[in-house]
């Protein structure tokens, strides 16, 4: 599978194979370049430039996997009516390799002219999209699927690049994605809508529609998985889609929609703009726009939430987290201390399921110093690097909020067993590297607790029993996803039927749902009470609107009709 190769890619091999190698190569080789070829951070901006006159198909090895300077970045553009538009921008983002600061290219913040030009695009594309058959909906999305996964370590290159995290971790977070793709290509059998007989000659249907022009607002963590979260579901069912990928890390999300177009989903479908603040409320404000999905910050989420509902638009708002998991004294001690260090630590830390906060029931507080032997043992490096267990954070600023807490969490009395701060990469100084953080003798008041680090920091807090446990993964105030480590059926039942958070796992540590199911988590990690998740059943119904339709034909309609009735209709 493309998710697990160990990516060796070299200018012979490419030559030779047209492909990636799986083989094993000596380190120099594996980190050789193809430096007579000039090419941008993800190849996404020039081939989207040049799509702009004579569209062509993307090269999928067209891209490189290195840390060095980029000579000449390439700006980012919006992508409206299937073409890369260069923005008329008078302020830009600087795009940064997480690794090295580098910057890597631009990001525009899309002026007002562009936006209203990407709705107007969608609009416009909406009526004909709508009237398109579901088969031939179908058809594209299959396409689609198929391009990704040609470019799986092209989108993977761009995400390490731009994003900081791992390249294995990175080919994961186009995977979850491509999973959404993939189970929206059987939308024949999850748009079916009801029938029933209700009288003599009489039936009632309902039908599920589109709504219009929908957008997505994407965080910078998931630069894939995040947007296929919406996109596949949004588009198969009817729907244009405007995406606004992260100002940090927008690389990807261009990709997705040049191989869109690649499919042969039409102008105006999908569209990409760019910025900050004013996009955002651009798009929360404009009334073409009927339905709006995010994933992000409680204080971004939560403001979009309420303005956007007051505009009368359906929201989706996946938010901030604390998961929890409890470790029972019969649990198997090597898998609960692996999956720990794993879902604590993988990506950073910077996942809204990462395992965050740790409860040690009974005597199993005594295994702390194994996993801190564990997570000292993790190599923190460039994404790029081979053997690379976490890669950097985001930005200096996150580096430096997170340091922070970890220094209120030793004012505030608590142990740092292991400290990651301070961590030094000869190879990559300027990096926004920050070690595995293990802290204990954690207390519910403490900052470190209360907040979320989003990063790869790891809370130890104690209970002397399960219902101890529960009680305090309970009072916490977020509920995206919870799990137990236990070999008891009856101790794990207890934890299932008792946790408050949506999404539960029982020796599993991170349990998101594959697309069959939904994103369940509720409490303060979503917006509105959970009531409108992402993907799965829930997410199709999201994206469209019942219209339920009574009809009434008569066998005697041959027949001199009736007299007028003027009695409440009973339908008996």
């Not at 553009?77 to 538009?85: H, L, P």
Request: proline share 6%.
């Amino acid at each position: 599978m493309a998710s697990r190769r160990v990516f060796t890619r070299t200018l012979p091999a490419l030559v030779r194979s047209g492909s990636l190698l799986q083989a094993s190569v000596p380190r120099a080789q594996w980190t050789r370049q193809i430096s007579n070829i000039s090419r941008s951070l993800h190849s996404t901006s020039r081939t989207a430039q040049a799509a702009a006159g004579a569209q062509v198909a993307a090269d999928p090895n067209d891209f490189e996997i290195h840390h060095r300077p980029i000579q000449n970045p390439i700006d980012a553009t919006n992508f409206i009516d299937n073409a890369a538009v260069p923005s008329k921008a008078d302020r830009w983002f600087p795009i940064h390799d997480p690794a090295t600061n580098n910057v890597v290219s631009r990001a525009p913040q899309s002026t007002l002219e562009e936006l209203r030009a990407a709705v107007e695009s969608a609009q416009k594309a909406f009526p004909a999209w709508k009237a398109t058959s579901l088969l031939h909906r179908q058809q594209l999305m299959f396409k689609f699927v198929a391009l990704i996964r040609q470019h799986w370590d092209r989108l993977a290159a761009s995400i390490t690049l731009e994003q900081g995290k791992t390249f294995e971790d990175a080919k994961g977070d186009v995977l979850r994605g491509l999973q959404v793709a993939e189970a929206a290509c059987g939308i024949t059998t999850q748009l079916q809508g009801d029938v029933l007989d209700v009288a003599v000659n009489m039936e009632t249907r309902t039908y599920r529609e589109p709504l219009g022009v929908t957008a997505a607002i994407c965080p910078f963590n998931f630069p894939v998985m995040v947007p296929l979260w919406s996109l596949p579901p949004a588009v198969v069912t009817g729907n244009c889609m405007i995406l606004k990928p992260s100002e940090r890390d927008p690389g990807a999300c261009i990709i997705l929609a040049e191989l869109a177009r690649e499919a042969g989903f039409p102008p105006g479908v999908i569209n990409i703009v760019h910025g900050g603040a004013p996009t955002v409320d651009f798009i929360i404000d404009e009334p073409a726009i009927k339905a709006i999905s995010f994933v992000g910050s409680n204080k971004a989420g939560e403001y979009i939430y309420r303005r956007a509902s007051e505009n009368g638009k359906r929201v989706q708002a996946n938010l901030g987290a604390k998961n929890h998991a409890a470790i029972l004294p019969d649990a198997n001690k090597n898998h609960a201390i692996n999956a720990t260090v794993g879902a604590a630590f993988g990506a950073a830390g910077q996942r809204c399921m990462a395992l965050s906060a740790v409860v040690t029931v009974g005597n199993t507080k005594d295994w702390l110093p194994e996993l801190a032997e564990k997570a000292r043992a993790l190599k923190v490096d460039g994404g790029f690097e081979k053997g690379a267990d976490i890669g950097p954070l985001i930005s200096p600023q996150a580096k430096e909020r997170i340091e922070g807490l970890i220094t209120s969490a030793e004012e505030e009395g608590a142990t740092v067993l292991v400290d990651g701060r301070n961590h030094k990469n000869d190879k990559y100084p300027n990096g926004n590297f920050l070690g595995p953080t293990l802290i204990t003798n954690v207390k519910p008041h403490m900052r470190c607790y209360t907040e979320e680090i989003f990063g790869p920091v790891l809370v130890c807090l104690h209970a002397d029993t399960l219902d101890e446990a529960l009680a305090l993964i309970n009072a916490n105030p977020y509920g995206n996803g919870a799990a137990i480590f236990t070999r008891s059926g009856a101790a794990a039942n207890h934890f299932q039927k008792n946790v408050e958070a949506g999404q539960v796992g029982l020796n599993v540590p991170i349990p998101v749902p594959i697309p069959a199911f939904s994103f369940t988590g509720n409490k303060k990690s979503v917006a509105g009470g959970g009531a409108l998740t992402f993907y799965g059943k829930p997410g199709l119904m999201f994206y469209t609107q019942v219209k339920t339709v009574t009809t009434l034909w008569k066998e005697e309609d041959a027949h001199v009709a009736e007299g007028a009735g003027v009695a409440m209709p009973t339908q008996s």
